[in-house]
């Protein structure tokens, strides 16, 4: 089985695909007064996810979740789980969700290990952060 890995935030979407093996694939954006929590941003998101989804002939989708120090849910995270019902809906295929906590900063440490410059970095951070998302997947669920 195929599966997107996504890193929901308010103005980018980190997305990786992968069966066994997670890859990074694309970053979303909006708009600087947009966010991809509302709105006609959210819609185009969306839409995009979906396109992915059969482009990549993916079935499901990954999301990260940030917690808390306590392990517990935190305002973002409210957000990010309202906007993949909603893609679960569209889409009409299962959202899974994974703890995201501290891979933004682990995928900003590997872009910089590679020695990849900062304004490259940038670019590739939320990407590489859903690559992290999706492998924590396959790894915690067995995926081979």
């Known amino acids: 089985m195929r599966y997107l890995g996504l890193d929901i935030g308010s103005r980018y979407i980190g997305v990786a695909v992968g069966e066994a093996l997670a890859t990074e694939l694309t970053t979303l954006s909006c708009k600087k007064n947009e ?16 396109t992915l989804l059969e482009v990549e002939e993916a079935s499901a989708f990954v999301v990260g979740l940030p917690v808390n120090e306590r392990n ?12 993949a019902a909603e893609l679960e809906k569209k889409a009409n295929c299962q959202v899974h969700f994974v703890n995201e906590t501290l ?9 910089e ?13 939320h990407q590489v952060s859903a690559q992290l998302i999706l492998q924590q997947y396959f790894e915690e669920n067995g995926v081979s």
Do not use: C, D, P
Request: charged share 25%.
């Open 35 to 50: 966010s991809f929590y509302l709105g006609e941003a959210k819609k185009t998101a969306i839409a995009e996810l979906q």
């Open 72 to 83: 517990k849910h935190t305002e973002e995270s409210k957000k990010i789980s309202s906007f």
């Open 103 to 111: 891979t933004s900063f682990m995928a900003q440490e590997i872009l």
């Open 113 to 125: 290990s590679q020695g990849i410059s900062a304004a490259n970095a940038k670019e590739r951070v």
